[in-house]
């Protein structure tokens, strides 16, 4: 058997390693909680900016909607007609050379406009 003195001297020796193991698993422990910690944060991150993709996503269709049902030709012609246009009729065209192709004419007044005074 080992002496009395050589056995504490075994324990006294252990007790740094013992000490070591501990503080290298609370480390480790510890590293692994802030790993998890800043996975989590950039997961609640990602999932934010996509619900404002979503929702972003969404307020385009709707301007979209809106911008296809402003320049539907009927609602372009009712409102040019409360602006107090008139179609223009056949178009004509002026060549390169100068030469006008086609008949030119004035366009007629909206049927609910006063004549155009002379005095103008």
């Known amino acids: 058997m080992l002496p009395a003195a050589?056995?504490?001297?075994a324990k006294a020796a252990?007790?740094?390693?013992?000490?070591?193991?501990?503080?290298?698993?609370?480390?480790?422990?510890?590293?692994?909680?802030?790993?998890?910690?800043?996975?989590?944060?950039?997961?609640?991150?990602?999932?934010?900016?996509?619900?404002?993709?979503?929702?972003?996503?969404?307020?385009?269709?709707?301007?979209?909607?809106?911008?296809?049902?402003?320049?539907?030709?009927?609602?372009?012609?009712?409102r040019a007609r409360g602006l107090g246009m008139v179609p223009g009729g056949t178009p004509v065209f002026l060549g390169a050379d100068g030469k006008v192709h086609g008949v030119p004419s004035q366009a007629g007044a909206p049927p609910n406009a006063p004549a155009p005074s002379a005095g103008r």
């Open 14 to 78: 252990r007790a740094p390693f013992v000490l070591l193991v501990v503080a290298l698993l609370a480390s480790g422990l510890i590293s692994l909680l802030l790993l998890n910690t800043a996975v989590n944060q950039g997961s609640f991150q990602l999932s934010k900016l996509k619900k404002e993709t979503t929702d972003l996503t969404d307020q385009e269709q709707a301007l979209q909607q809106e911008v296809d049902r402003d320049s539907a030709p009927g609602t372009l012609e009712q």
């Open 6 to 9: 050589s056995r504490r001297s």
